[in-house]
Each structure stands twice: as C-alpha cells, then as structure tokens.
C-alpha cells in the first residue's frame, strides 16, 4: 500500500503563488509516475499536472507556464509549484501515484492512477 499526504493548500490572492507537497510512505513506488489533479465544486476531477520516475513533466494547457510539477524520490515528495493563481483555479488539489509504468497520455487519466492522497483545498479570492 501507499499512502499519500497533500499539504500546502490555503487561501491566496488572484495572482498569488502557493506550493503543495505530497509526501509518500509505505510502498512509494518511486519508479512510477505521479499527478496532481484538481477538483472544483460541481465538476469532475481533471487533470493538473503528471511527473515521470526520471522528472518528465506533463500538463495540462489550462496550468502551462504557471505550474511546476517536481519530485524528490530521496524524499518520496512530489511537489506542484503554482504561481498567477487565478479564481478558477480554486479546488481540492489530489495527488496520485501509480504502480506501473505509464504513456504520457495515461499519466493524464485519473483512473490509471491507484493511490490517492485526501486533497488539499486551494481558495483563491479574486
């Protein structure tokens, strides 16, 4: 089993930066991919931002420029750096992991992921 624990959520200014970490024990699969994704009130949970085992990054278009997903295996961490946070980015933030190895395009899909932390909650007041 894995278990993961978000952290860094909290209430920013429209233009504000906040950095969520999710820290991984048990299991860590430290081999296979992670995510963030996001979840708003009334809408499906999408898609935010994936890393692989070696720090390949994918995105999704609505965060490009203004997110950076990174990780620290040594520390089982993966963080997401969100800077110029808008309004509609506000929404419970979840971080994933997976435990095989993932496409790009599979890293993007929420149920290829099989652990999932309790999300943080990200409020930004416009």
């Known amino acids: 089993q894995v278990q993961l624990v978000e952290s860094g959520g909290g209430l920013v200014q429209a233009g504000g930066s906040l950095r969520l970490s999710c820290a991984a024990s048990g299991r860590t699969f430290s081999g296979y991919n992670k995510g963030w994704f996001r979840q708003a009130p009334g809408k499906e949970r999408e898609f935010v931002a994936a890393?692989?085992?070696?720090?390949?990054?994918a995105y999704a278009d609505f965060v490009k420029g203004r997110f950076t997903i990174s990780r620290d295996n040594a520390k089982n961490t993966m963080y997401l750096q969100m800077n110029s946070l808008k309004s509609e980015d506000t929404a419970v933030y979840y971080c994933?992991?997976?435990?095989?190895?993932?496409?790009?395009?599979?890293?993007?899909?929420?149920?290829?992921?099989?652990?999932w932390g309790q999300g943080t909650q990200v409020t930004v007041s416009s």
């Open positions: 890393i692989s085992w070696s720090g390949s990054p």
């Open positions: 994933a992991s997976a435990s095989v190895p993932l496409t790009t395009a599979q890293a993007m899909t929420l149920r290829t992921y099989d652990y």
